[in-house]
């Protein structure tokens, strides 16, 4: 999907589909959305949907339906065991990566709770390019331990590598040498979320495969994020330039033993699953598939997502729809950083990052700085973004903080959800914002779960900041939402 450019010289994204079901958003005044975040203790996530006017927290299970899949899914066809709808979506999945079995769960941590409590054991290592929050859960619920081998530019904020994502080819091959017989599986994440939805580039998966191959130890793919990373390869990847998506999403197929998905953003729908060629693991997922999903032929999905995904999938194969997320994240990224706000470059997938680290850097790791700017954005437009930094980490075992190597606010664009005119207001807010960032302080919990603490935790502001921040937005905007 091209820009598209105006007569005036600006180049815009403009939209390549049209809106044919709205939901009212409502835009609480400023005031009343301080009451809404004191009432959620300062965690987004523990806001009503009623009160957020754009929520960029995720693109998981919120993206745009198309009419395709709406249709599809009035005919899904319904039935405990060996539903038709399953057998089509199974289809799909083996013609696009050429594996021989599908195993349906009913969302992404399904698929990493089933290989997690088969293949880890206490004492192992899973080398991976980098985390993902419910991945390493598991993994290390089961005894397991993350290695993460990105090289350390990769954790710049701010660069020009086009592959963020890529795993040290170098590194894997250290800690295969010296590990391996600790090591069930390495994974590669597509589209790396954490580090600001990254890809990983074809040769940097062939060098993989190819140094797990010889060790045989198979190569899992998260491609939850698959449809970014799958654009940024036509896009900027040499290797790319002359294959269709059809062809390189065959060629992943190819480079790897397991690839697990979320369908909530894979798919554009709700759900997962697991793809492997015929083996011995097939037959020990299945059963615990069974036992944890569902029947293995819906797996704790709903017939109706599971048609909603063959569709998905399918529309994922096409530039002109999986350009639209990362062609608005560029547009915001760009604009955010002409106004001098520091964000994650270059643009990604998933969403627009902003680097808390240099937004707010009075606020010290241990207040939580990237949750503190999630707070003020709230305030300052009713967005609702993800903190991705220590809060989104557990402790360590001795109870102190685990501080994240990035401390990250990201604004998910949920695919053709938002207009761009949206997109501008949230860029004006942050710009707002980042003038009087000098009014944010930091956060502190209140009451803090041992696990996935950021979902359910209770924080509190460590002075009135809060309160400061309504006064100044009321003497900037005057009685404007
Ligand atoms: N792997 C990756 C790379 C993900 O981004 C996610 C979810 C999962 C696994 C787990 O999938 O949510 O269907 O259970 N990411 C969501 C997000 C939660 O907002 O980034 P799930």
Known sequence: MKDIRFYSGENIPLERHKVRIVQKLYLLPVEERLKKLQEAKSNLYLLHNKDIFLDMLTDSGVNALSDNQ?????????AYAGSES??????????LFGMDHFLPAHQGRGCEKVLADLLVKPGNIIPMNYHFTTTKSHIVRCGGEVVELLPPEALECESDLKFKGNIDIDLLKDVLAKDHQRIPYVRLEAGTNLIGGQP??????????????????????????????????????PDCKDLTLRQITKKIGDLSDIIYF?????????????????????????????????????????????????????????MEII????????YMVDELAKRGVPVVTPPGGLGCHLNALEFVPNIPQEQYPAAALSAAVYLAGGIRGMERGTLS???????????????????????????????????DRIHWLWENRDLI?????????????????????????????????QQDFGDSL
């Open 70 to 78: 709406l249709a599809a899914m009035m005919n899904a066809d319904d």
């Open 86 to 95: 399953f057998y089509e979506l199974e289809d799909k999945v083996k013609e």
């Open 200 to 237: 990983f580039s074809l040769d940097n998966l062939k060098q993989t495969s190819a140094v797990c191959r010889s060790y045989k130890i198979p190569l899992v793919l998260d491609a939850s994020l698959l449809q970014d990373n799958l654009y940024f390869m036509k896009k900027e990847d």
């Open 262 to 318: 979320s369908a909530r953003k894979l798919g554009f729908a709700r759900g997962g699953g697991i793809v492997l060629r015929e083996g011995p693991l097939v037959v020990p997922l299945k059963e615990l598939i069974v036992l944890n999903e569902g029947f293995h032929t819906y797996g704790g999905m709903s017939v109706k997502d599971i048609a909603a995904i063959t569709v998905g999938l399918d529309e994922t194969m096409d």
């Open 323 to 330: 350009s639209q997320g990362p062609s608005f994240i560029k």
């Open 393 to 427: 980490e557990d402790r360590n075992p001795d109870g102190t903080e685990r501080l994240a190597s990035m401390e990250l606010l990201r604004c998910a664009i949920p695919r053709r959800v938002f207009t761009l005119s949206q997109v501008k207001f949230a860029i």
């Open 441 to 473: 302080e930091g956060l502190q919990f209140t009451l803090e779960p041992k696990i996935l603490r950021f979902f359910v935790g209770e924080l509190e502001p460590v002075s009135d900041w809060q309160e400061k921040i309504v006064r100044r937005f």
